[in-house]
């Protein structure tokens, strides 16, 4: 079992729907990033949260330490949010990295 | 404040040569961090540096793979005699300090493909 878990792994919606993209780990962290990589493969940082929830335009995190889960929500989705995103927890040091979820917006 | 610099951002190597890969962190930034992307696969941690020191190598393969982050100029990824399972793209970030609640800045990423 991987250390951080998405769901879902792919993700196809019409423009305008709410998105919830969930992941779970089962490490102890101090702090957990959402990540988005776009078709070009260029990584961007989205959020780093070690409680509570973060709010940026459109984008929502959440995170509960206690069950060890961050959800990351896009409000009134647009096809320039097609991209994966990464849920990736850091311990002490470096970062551990989920599989990725790829969200498709369809017009 | 220019972001991460990776270069070069395409590589192509024939099997047993050498690549080199490199990333200047932000201005700044004293921390540079080297992950690896698989094809079809997720991000891993390789190696953690501080200015002159490895701080954690411990997501680096034990042969071939070096790494080093000099007093003075870019970090460097060293991949000695490539195969084609090297083939991937090369992400650095960099941040200003070590805190476990700092951002990672994150390159453009180098891709190898090795022939």
């Known amino acids: 079992k991987n250390e951080v878990e998405q769901s879902p792994q792919n993700l196809t919606a019409q423009e305008g729907e709410f998105i919830t993209i969930n992941c779970s780990y089962s490490?102890?962290?101090?702090?957990l990033h959402w990540l988005q990589q776009h078709p070009g493969g260029g990584i961007v940082s989205l959020f780093m949260l070690s409680s509570g929830k973060k709010k940026h335009g459109r984008l929502i995190a959440t995170i509960n330490i206690q069950e060890k889960h961050s959800s990351l929500h896009i409000t009134a989705s647009h096809p320039r949010d097609s991209a994966v995103y990464i849920c990736?927890?850091?311990?002490?040091?470096?970062?551990?990295f989920g599989q990725g979820t790829r969200l498709t917006i369809n017009p | 404040n220019a972001g991460v610099m990776q270069n070069p951002r395409h590589l192509v190597r024939r099997r047993g040569q050498e690549a080199r890969l490199r990333c200047s962190p932000m201005?700044?930034?004293?921390?540079v961090y080297w992950y690896r992307q698989l094809p079809e696969e997720g991000l891993k941690f390789m190696v953690y540096l501080q200015k002159e020191n490895i701080i954690d190598e411990s997501g680096m393969p034990k042969e071939r793979f070096s790494a080093e982050f000099p007093k003075e100029g870019p970090s460097i990824l060293r991949i000695q005699q490539v195969v084609r399972g090297d083939s991937a793209a090369y992400f650095c970030?960099?941040?200003?300090?070590?805190?476990?609640?700092?951002?990672?800045?994150f390159g453009p990423g180098t891709r190898l493909t090795v022939l």
């Open positions: 490490v102890g962290i101090s702090a």
């Open positions: 970030a960099s941040s200003p300090v070590a805190g476990t609640t700092d951002t990672q800045y």
């Open positions: 201005k700044g930034h004293s921390h």
């Open positions: 990736a927890v850091k311990g002490a040091q470096k970062l551990v």
